[in-house]
């Protein structure tokens, strides 16, 4: 979760950080943190950054991502997160689950996608 100003709205690239020149919040908004890295580009100093899956659409931001500044809570971003830790590679595939699925059974896991997703993307 996160609060948004409106100045998010327009964001192009770059690490977000609040302006104070938009205005009020506008409303709390949940997102998705999926990585983190440092932004060298801006001088000497390096920015500490959140990456972030929006749901705006990929004409949004950066192909639907944004970068947020990390370590100070910006827009509260680091005030409420709920964490979950993938096993990576510990999934079975579809052939796999079809061919050892017995009839009325539910109890298969889905591989997870977010490092195609990413890499697809990036």
Known sequence: MMTVHSDLFIYESGVYSFTGLAGQET?????????WGEDNSLGSVPVKYWLVANSW???WGERGFFRIRRGTNESDIESFIIAVRARLGAYATSSER????????????SRNRVQEYHDKNY
């Open 98 to 109: 079809n061919a050892s699925r017995r009839p009325g059974s539910r109890s298969y896991r």
């Open 27 to 35: 409303a709390m908004h949940s997102v998705r943190i999926i990585g």
């Open 57 to 59: 659409g990929s004409d």
